[in-house]
């Protein structure tokens, strides 16, 4: 048997091992059915019923208000910088939108709203070279934008908001891509939440967003269909084929999630495992931890070492003893260890491991 890999990739990322299991079982022959899952129509009475308990069981792991929609869109998170925009700059007569620069998809979903909104970015932590979340002063809110736009979790500098701003009538829009159900978290602070499915929750290609039912009427008639949350919600995301297979899998992986006792377990697993690598980045003089303390993530875990030589050596030596895909990302550098949901306590106790005898080796 081969050995036991851990992949700390950020997206796509690991999913569980039970999930991928139930998958192959049920792969050839869904549920008694005789034809699979990926044959089956996105109208059919079974894909319906997989549709509908993934929304229910997100709605009862997270507490989600009734008055939020759960919509599965096409084009990952990235369509969703676009989407944002087309749907939501409409609000106000000026199309005025707020950004916060926090990192690199932070500053690329500017960029791609600045088509469709008077894109304003408010704060950047570019000076620090994003290592921390910059404080955000309530007067810089301008009440009569149409939304504010953060990223939640700084997926490549390893950084989050702890607390999040108080927008008063200004609806809070966040890109949760990298920790959605990682933490537990107050909906109702926002006007609408997305995710990629790749890094958290299941595979790539298709968003998960959250949004509060008053927004869904500001699309103008230009917006396509396909981008259009008013058209999405009305069709229940059936609008057109959908990636029936992407839902099926975010189903299965919402179920594991409840068996695992729902997002405050896992957060406590996360808070686990982030702090015992944060620990022992801390007691190094050979590692050194790329984000601020006061802003790490939970889910990606930045550091560097004492050059980039040491890093690249790092990340092979590390393959070989069965820790996958560390390197940091191309833009960034140094390394990156991702510990979504699904990475057991086991993968991040075998990482420090590995990591103590490096240094011990190489210090
Ligand atoms: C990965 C990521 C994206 C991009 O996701 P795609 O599905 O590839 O478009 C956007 N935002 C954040 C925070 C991410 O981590």
Redesign the pocket.
Known sequence: MSQQVYNFGA?PAMLPAEVMQQIQQELLDYRGMGVSVLEISHRCEEFGEILTSAQQLFRELTGLPDNYRILFMHG????QFAAVPLNLAGRVASRKALYCETGS?ARVAAKDASAFAAVKTIMSGAETGYDRIPQLPTELIEQDAAYLHI?S???LYGTRWNRFPQTGAVPLVA?M??ELLSRQIDFSQFGLIFA?L??NLGP?GM?MVIVREDLLEYAGDQVPPLLSYKQCAKDNSLTNTTNTFAIYAIRLALEWLKKQGGVAAIEKSNERKAASLYAMLEASDFYSGMAHPEHRSMMNVTFRLPNEELERRFVSEAEKAGLYALAGHRSVGGIRASIYNPMPIAGVETLAGFMAEFAANNG
């Open positions: 997206g990952g998170a990235r369509m998809f990223t979790n700084n997926t890109d891509t990298s990629g790749q890094k790539a968003a």
